[in-house]
């Protein structure tokens, strides 16, 4: 305890010293005040003496011993002012570095402060207080308002309000609705919320996350080694320098002054605040960096080597659409197999409920349900046998349709999968799932090139075929599929050989090849996972756009602490020579030396500010917040208008006429609405935060475009259901294959855009 508070202390001394004799100087007492001053300078002396010990007993030279040989050679020469002043300055830049390292660890702090200790379980008799440690998988929590959720679990209540902050940075409170994933670490803001248990305390993200702050707050960064390795020559040139003015004049104060302005506090000081400043802002951004050489590596880094699933894609199976086979009705399909789909916990079975929830589809409770694992689910709803899955299981007692052939070359094409629904025997649809890429996957990729990452590799265990279409949307420059974990680490190990190497991943398959190049990253908040382990960087958001802004802190912090080193040593030599032309006396050197520390560790405190050439101008958090709740709004109608561009051609008449004309309608109050409403609010705004003249004018042509296809929709469905005849149905279809297109591209490059331009 005593040695956290050692430099505080030391500085507290050697200012009542050079206080007080400065007292007995003024009351003509020069001998007291001539031991006040060695006193403190003595006491500062013998601690610097026992950690260089300490240090060469480690075989490690410290550019420390250049302050020690200044007070030593000022008591030797009976300069005890000048040995005070020294002990004075030199204590309080060591005092600066305690502060200034406690401001910079305060995130990582605080992270394993708010680590929850005690959770409260529900059981048949009431509620019962235990240890998190005890917290045992499928156990029932109540977690109340104001308390941080303790371990990983699914959501029970209906729905919760949570803090997210300390994982993903989000300053808002988040929503979270029944049967959603919850990580242990947020803090429930809103009703008291139960939660059943799916990890152990030990085994949960949250104790992931404090097992790494704890690595982080203990590293040593190695730009303080390297620091220390300039005495190698730093020393003996200081005391050649000393050694020739004393020499050359005869005067043994120039040697003194020498030794006194080479106190080589910039190299002791600078460099660790600075890589603890960095470590600092990466944790406020959600980017957990293990210790100071992960992130000097990072700022070196010359390739970049990722995943696919769950790092380039989102890795969550989503509905991209529904496929009848003759005349069934899409969404009565959807919600027959949602309704089944609810007695499973398979991936695929959550996102078809998913799906159904999102249009507000009524599910109904299944009977008689039976799953084949890896195959499918089959049982009775609403009265009626519904069969989902691979094609062979769905329509398992039927001869080979031609249809469902064809929809499995649709999928391979298109590098999808799918579930067959069969009903009642009879082959219906198909529903095709895809993994999307995530919607910053292209611009971050563009903004690392930007920054000068050389080579863009993808690994995957994928075939060749899905991880073709996957590398063609998100811009990679090399494709690797077809690959297992050996394969992974061989590729990153050839990589590491070219250049400085990053390795981005998720999954615990990744955590090898993780921890075999230079840097690993694992994405997203699973800080108890295996890859979470392996990586020197964790993303505590699940966003990839992160993996560019720890780049860029990491390589401002290192410019700075290089600055530190370079422009601190090379305003110690300067004073130096000065020093030794006799024009820098013993006690204003040790000024001189002080104003050189200060301005220096200034410089280094500049690794907690913002980055560089980040614009102010940003959009708020609420507008954006809304601008992405629009979107999501509209999902529902833009799921229409895909199924009715797929079928359109195929549907009876009738069918056909009233679709469009209900299309259209929604189209028009919905979509041309909100279009409208950015074209006139949002883009003038936009245009003031980015450069340019006219930045939004790309956007601006899609909404004329987007208004005109709707306009012509609706002059196509009068015409087509006054007189059918003169209206061409596939000449409809086309238009709305068109206008689905372009409105699907669209809206990915706003949500780009938003993601640009929040700062979260």
């Known amino acids: 305890?005593?040695?956290?508070?050692?430099?505080?202390?030391?500085?507290?001394?050697?200012?009542?010293?050079?206080?007080?004799?400065?007292?007995?100087?003024?009351?003509?007492?020069?001998?007291?005040?001539?031991?006040?001053?060695?006193?403190?300078?003595?006491?500062?002396?013998?601690?610097?003496?026992?950690?260089?010990?300490?240090?060469l007993a480690r075989r490690e030279a410290g550019v420390d011993m250049i302050a020690l040989l200044s007070i030593t050679a000022a008591l030797a020469f009976a300069q005890t002012?000048?040995?005070?002043?020294?002990?004075?300055?030199?204590?309080?830049?060591?005092?600066?570095?305690?502060?200034?390292?406690?401001?910079?660890?305060?995130?990582?702090?605080?992270?394993?402060?708010?680590?929850?200790?005690?959770?409260?379980?529900?059981?048949?008799?009431?509620?019962?207080?235990?240890?998190?440690?005890?917290?045992?998988p499928n156990q029932t929590l109540l977690v109340r308002l104001g308390e941080v959720v303790p371990v990983d679990g699914r959501l029970l209540?209906?729905?919760?309000?949570?803090?997210?902050?300390?994982?993903?940075?989000?300053?808002?409170?988040?929503?979270?609705?029944?049967?959603?994933?919850?990580?242990?670490g947020v803090s429930n803001v809103g009703a008291p919320l139960l939660l059943s248990a799916t990890r152990t305390a030990a085994q949960s993200t949250y104790a992931g996350i404090v097992r790494l702050a704890e690595e982080a707050r203990?590293?040593?960064?190695?730009?303080?080694?390297?620091?220390?390795?300039?005495?190698l020559f730093f020393i003996p040139l200081t005391l050649l320098i000393a050694a020739a003015a004393w020499q050359l004049s005869g005067d043994p104060l120039r040697a003194l002054a020498v030794l006194v302005v080479a106190t080589p506090c910039p190299l002791i000081l600078a460099v660790p605040i600075s890589i603890m400043s960095g470590i600092s802002r990466a944790a406020r951004r959600g980017i957990l960096i293990k210790d100071g050489a992960t992130l000097e590596a990072l700022a070196g880094v010359k390739q970049v080597f990722l995943d696919k699933t769950g790092t380039l894609t989102s890795g969550h199976a989503r509905l991209q659409s529904i496929e009848v086979n003759g005349l069934a009705?899409?969404?009565?399909?959807?919600?027959?197999?949602?309704?089944?789909?609810?007695?499973?916990?398979?991936?695929?079975?959550?996102?078809?409920?998913?799906?159904a929830r999102q249009r507000q589809l009524p599910l109904s409770i299944p009977r008689q349900v039976d799953e084949s694992p890896g195959a499918g689910l089959c049982g009775v709803v609403d009265g009626r046998r519904v069969r989902f899955g691979t094609l062979s299981f769905a329509h398992a007692d039927a001869p080979a349709s031609d249809w469902g052939a064809a929809m499995l070359r649709h999928m391979d094409y298109l590098a999808c999968s799918g579930s067959?629904?069969?009903?009642?025997?009879?082959?219906?649809?198909?529903?095709?799932?895809s993994d999307n890429v995530r919607r910053e996957t292209p611009q971050t990729l563009r903004r690392l090139r930007a920054r000068g990452i050389e080579r863009i590799v993808m690994l995957t265990g994928d075939r060749l075929e899905t991880a073709e279409m996957v590398a063609l949307s998100a811009g990679i420059d090399e494709l690797r599929a077809g690959l297992i974990p050996e394969d992974k680490v061989r590729a990153v190990q050839e990589g590491c050989l070219r250049a400085s190497t990053l390795m981005v991943g998720d999954g615990?398959?990744?955590?090898?090849?993780?921890?075999?190049?230079?840097?690993?990253?694992?994405?997203?908040?699973?800080?108890?996972?295996?890859?979470?382990?392996?990586?020197?960087?964790?993303?505590?958001?699940?966003?990839?756009?992160?993996?560019?802004?720890?780049?860029?802190?990491?390589?401002?912090?290192?410019?700075?602490?290089?600055?530190?080193?370079?422009?601190?040593?090379?305003?110690?030599?300067?004073?130096?020579?000065?020093?030794?032309?006799?024009?820098?006396?013993?006690?204003?050197?040790?000024?001189?030396?002080?104003?050189?520390?200060?301005?220096?560790?200034?410089?280094?405190?500049?690794?907690?500010?913002?980055?560089?050439?980040?614009?102010?101008?940003?959009?708020a958090a609420q507008q954006i917040d809304h601008l992405q709740d629009e979107h999501k709004a509209l999902s529902s109608v833009l799921s229409d208008l895909h199924q009715l561009a797929i079928d359109f051609a195929r549907r009876p008449l009738a069918q056909a006429q009233s679709d469009l004309q209900a299309l259209v309608n929604k189209l028009q109050t919905t979509l041309a609405r909100h279009e409208r409403e950015d074209e006139n609010t949002l883009y003038p705004q936009l245009t003031q935060s980015m450069p340019g003249e006219d930045p939004m004018s790309a956007m601006s042509h899609a909404?004329?475009?987007?208004?005109?296809?709707?306009?012509?929709?609706?002059?196509?469905?009068?015409?087509?259901?006054?007189?059918?005849?003169?209206?061409?149905?596939?000449?409809?279809?086309?238009?709305?294959?068109?206008?689905?297109?372009?409105?699907?591209?669209?809206f990915d490059q706003e949500e780009e855009l938003f993601r640009y331009l929040d700062w979260r």
């Open 1 to 55: 305890m005593f040695s956290k508070w050692l430099d505080p202390a030391l500085l507290l001394l050697s200012a009542l010293t050079l206080l007080a004799g400065g007292v007995a100087h003024l009351w003509q007492r020069p001998d007291w005040a001539s031991m006040c001053w060695a006193a403190g300078s003595v006491v500062m002396a013998l601690v610097l003496l026992v950690e260089i010990v300490r240090r």
């Open 81 to 136: 002012l000048v040995a005070a002043v020294i002990a004075l300055m030199l204590a309080s830049g060591r005092t600066l570095e305690f502060f200034t390292s406690q401001r910079a660890e305060r995130e990582l702090r605080a992270l394993i402060d708010r680590a929850p200790r005690f959770a409260w379980l529900q059981e048949a008799g009431g509620l019962r207080e235990i240890p998190v440690e005890q917290i045992q």
């Open 157 to 184: 209540s209906p729905t919760a309000e949570l803090d997210e902050s300390a994982l993903s940075g989000e300053s808002l409170p988040v929503t979270r609705r029944e049967g959603e994933q919850l990580h242990s």
């Open 218 to 231: 203990r590293s040593r960064a190695p730009f303080v080694r390297l620091a220390d390795r300039y005495a």
């Open 329 to 355: 009705d899409p969404l009565r399909l959807l919600g027959l197999a949602a309704s089944l789909a609810q007695a499973s916990t398979h991936p695929i079975c959550q996102a078809i409920v998913d799906a």
């Open 420 to 433: 067959f629904i069969d009903v009642d025997g009879e082959l219906a649809g198909l529903l095709v799932f």
């Open 508 to 619: 615990i398959n990744d955590a090898p090849a993780l921890a075999a190049a230079n840097v690993g990253v694992a994405m997203g908040a699973s800080g108890a996972t295996a890859s979470a382990q392996a990586a020197g960087v964790v993303l505590l958001v699940d966003r990839l756009d992160r993996l560019v802004e720890a780049l860029d802190i990491a390589r401002q912090t290192r410019h700075i602490a290089r600055q530190g080193v370079l422009v601190g040593m090379g305003m110690s030599l300067l004073a130096m020579v000065v020093a030794a032309l006799g024009y820098l006396p013993p006690l204003i050197g040790a000024v001189v030396q002080e104003g050189i520390d200060v301005a220096i560790i200034i410089n280094a405190l500049r690794a907690l500010g913002p980055l560089r050439g980040v614009r102010q101008q940003r959009l």
């Open 703 to 746: 909404h004329r475009e987007i208004f005109r296809l709707i306009h012509l929709l609706a002059r196509m469905s009068r015409d087509f259901c006054a007189a059918p005849e003169t209206a061409s149905a596939d000449e409809i279809q086309h238009q709305l294959i068109r206008l689905d297109t372009l409105v699907r591209m669209h």
